[in-house]
């Protein structure tokens, strides 16, 4: 079945530090995929997505690239802040569901 | 500014009492669903809905039942708690999955 995988956390780093969170999925045909955001004590934010192959979502610094051959769609941020902290989830649907299917999420600390 | 809402945020409740987790949603949107999210952070889909007068269990087995009597409406009801449903409870809307999901802050429950 439709199945996303992330790298598992929790990930610290140092502010201003290069980020990559790790998504690789496994569909069928052409799926869209999304990365969503969850700061402390909060529901979750769409934070970026993409629909196509080759497509990059970005938002607030942060990228992702839909690498069809590569089955993936990491997230990438160049310059980490302390409010980044938060936990991040990737996500696809495809044609024909009405849900999305989650990651086990990856949570972030970023330090001063 | 949130266009679903989730009340109570915070919830203690005593062993053996009925609840419900209201959710509503101002923006029309014909499909809703119901995640748990354990500690580890994972979420786990419960219920979800189509439209009104749909409600399908899901992935996860749940003690909880929801009703969808009009489309801003997506209650979910505990007839009898227990310290196992202590959780964060998040609700969520889509148009089409396609387009991502919008989500409340959640509400933490905790049975005691």
């Known amino acids: 079945g439709n199945s996303v995988t992330q790298m598992e956390g929790p990930v610290t780093l140092s502010e201003e530090a290069f980020l990559t969170i790790n998504c690789t999925y496994t569909?069928?045909?052409?799926?869209?995929l999304f990365w969503y955001v969850q700061y402390p004590g909060e529901g979750l934010q769409l934070l970026l997505k993409?629909?196509?192959?080759?497509d990059k979502g970005s938002n607030k610094g942060f990228e992702a690239t839909y690498r069809k051959e590569t089955t993936s769609f990491h997230l990438e941020k160049g310059s980490v802040q302390v409010s980044d902290s938060a936990v991040y989830f990737c996500?696809?649907?495809?044609?024909?569901?009405?849900?999305?299917?989650f990651g086990k999420g990856t949570k972030l600390t970023v330090n001063p | 500014e949130a266009d679903i809402y989730q009340t109570p945020r915070y919830l203690v409740i005593g062993t053996g009492k009925k609840i419900t987790l209201e959710c509503s949603q101002t923006?029309?949107?014909?499909?809703m669903y119901w995640y748990q999210q354990d500690p580890g952070m994972e979420l786990h889909l419960i219920h979800y809905?189509?439209?009104?007068?749909?409600?399908e269990k899901g992935d996860l087995s749940s003690e909880s039942t929801v009703s969808r009597i009009r489309t801003e409406h997506f209650p979910l009801t505990l007839e009898s708690a227990r310290p196992s449903h202590t959780s964060q409870y998040l609700c969520?809307?889509?148009?089409?999955?396609?387009?991502?999901?919008?989500f409340g802050s959640g509400t933490r429950l905790t049975v005691v």
């Open positions: 809905s189509y439209g009104v007068n749909s409600t």
């Open positions: 969520a809307s889509s148009e089409r999955p396609v387009g991502g999901y919008t």
């Open positions: 923006m029309g949107h014909d499909k």
């Open positions: 993409a629909t196509k192959a080759d």
């Open positions: 569909a069928t045909g052409y799926p869209s």
């Open positions: 996500a696809l649907t495809w044609g024909g569901s009405e849900k999305l299917v």
